[in-house]
């Protein structure tokens, strides 16, 4: 199985931040990396697929980039409404692993 | 738009058969090639995919649970199962079905149901 590993696990940042987590599997994934965002008691809202694809409707301060064992999750600009538990999900072999998360917090 | 819905006991009794159902409304389950999906969340922790079945019934468990799961998709009912045998303690959690944004295995989830609490206790 391949292993995703995030960091940081948590992160304190303020209101207009930008703020950067970090997604490295065990093992080449090619761009086949998605990015979800989580906020307590509700399904997980896929922010970003093929690594660096922008999931319709997703403001643009979200961005992804990486390719091969190492991907990122950039918010340019927090607002609000984004503190929440992030999560990348590897699909280039089933099992489709997830990482373990992270967790933004308002500073 | 779709409309994914699980469905199923909220408490399972430990070394009983845990048993959902997910309803797709809005769409045909068999209409289009998709690898339709369930993944769980165990209270305070992360995500854990379970396994996928493709439209045609080919399907794909996560090894540290194959041994107990069986997914089965129903297209006359439009529905997708998910039957986990020998609970324990462990497999409390949230489950979630999921359908991903197109009709490759390499496709990320996009369309999740609100999911279901299961409890496993005597």
């Known amino acids: 199985d391949i292993q995703m590993t995030q960091s940081p696990s948590s992160v304190s940042a303020s209101v207009g931040d930008r703020v950067t987590i970090t997604c490295r599997a065990s093992?080449?994934?090619?761009?086949?990396l998605a990015w979800y965002q989580q906020k307590p008691g509700k399904a997980p809202k896929l922010l970003i697929y093929a690594a660096s694809s922008l999931q319709s409707g997703v403001p643009s301060r979200f961005s992804g980039s990486g390719s091969g064992t190492d991907f990122t999750l950039t918010i340019s600009s927090l607002q609000p409404e984004d503190f929440a538990t992030y999560y990348c999900q590897q699909a280039n072999s089933f099992p489709h692993t997830f990482g373990q998360g992270t967790k933004l917090e308002i500073k | 738009q779709l409309q994914l819905q699980e469905s199923g006991p909220g408490l399972v009794k430990p070394s009983e058969t845990l048993s959902l159902t997910c309803t797709v409304s809005g769409g045909s389950i068999s209409s289009s090639s998709y690898y339709w999906g369930w993944i769980r969340q165990p209270p305070g922790k992360g995500l854990e995919w379970i396994g996928s079945?493709?439209?045609?019934?080919?399907?794909y468990y996560n090894p540290s649970l194959k041994s107990r799961v069986t997914i089965s998709v129903d297209t006359s009912k439009n529905q997708f199962s998910l039957k986990l045998s020998s609970v324990t303690a462990a497999d409390t959690a949230v489950y979630y079905c999921?359908?991903?944004?197109?009709?490759?295995?390499?496709?990320?989830?996009?369309?999740w149901g609100q999911g279901t609490m299961v409890t496993v206790s005597s």
């Open positions: 999921a359908r991903p944004g197109g009709v490759r295995a390499h496709d990320a989830f996009d369309i």
């Open positions: 079945i493709y439209y045609s019934g080919s399907t």
């Open positions: 093992q080449g994934i090619s761009s086949w």
